[in-house]
């Protein structure tokens, strides 16, 4: 069946970097793009980028790549301050091609915690 | 700015019915979809396209749509209902994802 699996969970300190990884399987990897999607504690869910975009407010400090030898997703955020703090998820569209809707699997998630 | 609204919560008693409603200028050119995110899980999508249930959602959900406002509503809501419930939308002014701000439903 269709899986994201992320890595686990990352401490960091603020001004460092932090990669997480969503590992796919279970489709054809090149079909579909996988979208980032966090949630700070106690709040709502928060879009990051995806597809060939990213939200404004994380321009220039996140980074989205692939490895298609792996099938794996990974999302790098910069400049970290303790506001990221937050649980950070992979999702996959339930269309194909670069589509924004009807995000129908989920990674697990992974916690990153910002903190001096 | 574009930005889909929600309450910020909702209460019902079990076997009634609950309603809760997004609203925001993408959704009359947009389609809307649900998420459900029970305490410490992944969001899990319970409705897409206004009103398209995924395979597996109970027939209690439902999903209309009216101009710029969308509704979730669970019929002869469950206990196993009470959690979050986020709207998403694509953003019409760019190639940005929206969500609501999140409604938690009680079962009373």
């Known amino acids: 069946q269709v899986q994201l699996v992320q890595s686990g969970a990352e401490v960091k300190t603020p001004g460092a970097s932090v990669k997480v990884s969503c590992r796919t399987s279970?489709?054809?990897?090149?079909?579909?793009?996988i979208h980032w999607v966090r949630q700070a504690p106690g709040q709502g869910l928060e879009w990051m980028g995806g597809?060939?975009a990213s939200a404004q407010k994380f321009q220039g400090r996140v980074t989205m790549t692939s490895d298609t030898s792996t099938s794996t997703v990974y999302m790098e955020l910069s400049s970290l301050r303790s506001e990221d703090t937050a649980v950070y998820y992979c999702?996959?569209?339930?269309?194909?091609?670069?589509?924004?809707?009807?995000?129908?699997?989920w990674g697990q998630g992974t916690l990153v915690t910002v903190s001096s | 700015s574009s930005e889909l609204t929600q309450p910020p919560s909702v209460s019902v008693s079990p076997g009634q019915t609950a309603r809760i409603i997004c609203s925001g200028d993408a959704l009359s050119k947009q389609f809307a979809y649900w998420y459900q995110q029970r305490p410490g899980q992944a969001p899990s999508l319970v409705i897409y396209k206004d009103t398209q249930r995924p395979s597996g959602i109970p027939e209690r959900f439902s999903g209309s749509t009216s101009g710029t406002t969308v509704t979730l509503t669970i019929s002869g809501v469950q206990p196993e209902d009470e959690a979050d419930y986020y709207c998403q939308s694509p953003d019409n002014s760019g190639p940005y994802v929206l969500f609501g701000g999140g409604t938690k439903l009680t079962v009373l």
């Open positions: 279970g489709y054809s990897f090149g079909k579909y793009y």
């Open positions: 597809g060939t």
């Open positions: 999702a996959r569209p339930m269309f194909s091609g670069n589509s924004r809707e009807a995000f129908d699997i």
